[in-house]
Nanobody, 123 residues
Framework: QVQLVESGGGLVQAGGSLRLSCAAS????????MGWFRRAPGQEHEFIGA????????YYADSVKGRFTISRDNAKNTAYLQMDSLKPEDTAVYYC????????????????WGQGTQVTVSS
């Protein structure tokens, strides 16, 4: 079992950057593939990206490709979401999620979720 805590959200102007962190409890963080999702008001969870166990491979949604970067530091039990060139349409609550071993793209494929952190991009 793993517990996740996101941090780093806030208010930023369009074109700005934020870095979200997802701190995981437990000693088996390296066994979990990590995903990032977001949810805007009235919307479903949207897949943003995922990273494999050792960070060797990452996957991104078209909407964020080239602007967002996912990474992880297994020694620190932490995953990161670097968000650059932010747009007002990126405004949402951002979640990290974990699942054992293999990466996935659907929210229902992830068992463990953080509480979410609000990101607001002003125009």
């Amino acid at each position: 079992q793993v517990q996740l805590v996101e941090s780093g959200g806030g208010l930023v102007q369009a074109g700005g950057s934020l870095r979200l962190s997802c701190a995981a409890s437990g000693r088996t963080f390296s066994s979990y593939a990590m995903g990032w999702f977001r949810r805007a008001p009235g919307q479903e969870h949207e897949f943003i990206g995922a990273i494999k166990l050792n960070g060797a491979s990452t996957y991104y949604a078209d909407s964020v490709k080239g602007r967002f970067t996912i990474s992880r530091d297994n020694a620190k039990n932490t995953a990161y979401l670097q968000m650059d060139s932010l747009k007002p349409e990126d405004t949402a609550v951002y979640y990290c999620a974990a699942r054992l071993y293999s990466s996935a793209f659907r929210p229902n494929d992830y068992l463990y979720w953080g509480q979410g952190t609000q990101v607001t991009v002003s125009s």
